[in-house]
């Protein structure tokens, strides 16, 4: 149940912070081999005790569910706090579609419940009946359905989803009258750097601006007109069209670095180090949501890090200090 005060939800939040991994921690479970390190973690509680069968992933994700549950308990907004959450829930819907699509079972790659129960997700993608949902969120996902029985592109599908999620963010912050400060740019740069993202990838695809204009978020600071120019400029250009606003610094260098790469993990990588960044810069606040999302992105980026260690681990490749303990 949701509490009385910010003040109240950041004391809590400083009192789980202190059971999170710490540098030490990490090179603990760095040094170890794979069976050693499951033990350290267990054994310093990770995981909520969950019967996982040694089973890191499932490890991992009884871990982030916890830490979400949480982030709702403590907190004296939850209909804010839950447009937190709802990256994980775009991730299960996704997953979801694709599954029902293509006639395979996801339950192994699902990330536990975000905003919305897991359950509560399946039912409605099943049923291909979104009701159960906020009004915003079912209309658009509604649509998306609509679009689905035409042609199942798993792009269109994929930005289908995304744009559903916006317009519920984006419809909660005006009920709410949010128009400024930390919770509008996290979800402004979010915007930016996914539709950054739909940029490179159409390019990728060879679409035009009537194709892209499809994918496109609403409601971020980059301009519609220059991300449908950016589809067919120069890709040297790129940089430099879409490197401006709050985070343009962030999106020019992840385009350099995708133009040296080809790889899109650069762009994702830096949006999610600019969301850290706004919740460090609001770290300290103790009447607001600023420490609040911190610890729920440190936790998502604690769980990304022991990811990759694990996999390194079992491919016997060394593995860098992640940037969370840099």
Same mark, same amino acid.
Do not use: H
């Given at each position: 149940m949701p509490q009385a005060s910010y003040p109240y939800a950041v004391g809590r939040i400083k009192v789980l912070e202190t059971r999170m991994?710490?540098?030490?921690?990490?090179?603990?479970?760095?040094?170890a081999d794979e069976q050693e390190a499951f033990k350290i973690l267990t054994e310093s509680g990770y995981g909520s005790g969950a019967?996982?069968?040694?089973?890191?992933?499932?490890?991992?994700?009884?871990?982030?569910?916890?830490?979400r549950q949480v982030v709702l308990e403590v907190t004296p907004d939850e209909e804010i706090t839950g447009l937190f959450l709802l990256r994980t829930d775009a991730h299960n819907l996704k997953t979801l579609l694709k599954a029902r699509l293509l006639k395979t079972d996801a339950q192994t790659i699902l990330a536990g419940s975000g905003s919305f129960s897991?359950?509560?997700?399946?039912?409605?993608?099943?049923? $291909?009946?979104? &009701? =159960? %949902?906020?009004?915003?969120?079912?209309?658009?996902?509604?649509?998306?359905?609509q679009k689905l029985q035409k042609h199942t592109d798993p792009l269109m599908l994929s930005a289908s989803v995304d744009r559903a999620v916006f317009e519920h963010v984006l419809a909660v912050l005006k009920k709410h009258r949010i128009k400024n400060g930390f919770i509008r740019n996290y979800?402004?740069?979010?915007?930016?750097?996914?539709?950054?993202?739909?940029?490179?990838?159409?390019?990728?695809?060879?679409?035009?601006?009537?194709?892209?204009?499809?994918l496109l978020i609403p409601g971020g600071e980059l301009l519609e007109r220059d991300l449908l120019e950016a589809v067919e400029l120069p890709a040297e250009q790129l940089p430099r069209k879409l490197g401006y606003g709050a985070n343009?610094? $962030?999106?020019? &260098? =992840? %385009?350099?670095?995708?133009?040296?790469?080809g790889s899109t993990q650069g762009l994702e990588r830096r949006m999610d180090s600019a969301l850290m960044t706004l919740a460090k810069e609001n770290k300290?606040?103790?009447?607001?949501?600023?420490?609040?999302?911190?610890?729920?992105?440190?936790?998502e980026a604690e769980a990304k890090a022991l990811r990759v260690l694990f996999a390194a681990k079992r491919a016997n490749v060394p593995v860098a200090l992640p940037e969370l303990y840099a």
């Open positions: 991994l710490d540098k030490a921690k990490w090179n603990r479970l760095k040094e019967a996982t069968g040694g089973n890191v992933a499932l490890l991992i994700k009884a871990e982030l569910e916890a830490a897991l359950e509560t997700l399946q039912k409605c993608v099943s049923d $291909a009946d979104y &009701s =159960a %949902l906020p009004d915003s969120f079912a209309s658009a996902l509604t649509q998306m359905e979800f402004t740069a979010q915007i930016d750097f996914i539709n950054v993202l739909s940029v490179v990838r159409a390019r990728a695809l060879q679409w035009k601006s009537e194709k892209l204009v499809q343009g610094r $962030a999106i020019a &260098s =992840a %385009l350099e670095e995708y133009l040296q790469t300290y606040d103790s009447f607001g949501m600023g420490p609040v999302v911190g610890y729920l992105l440190g936790r």
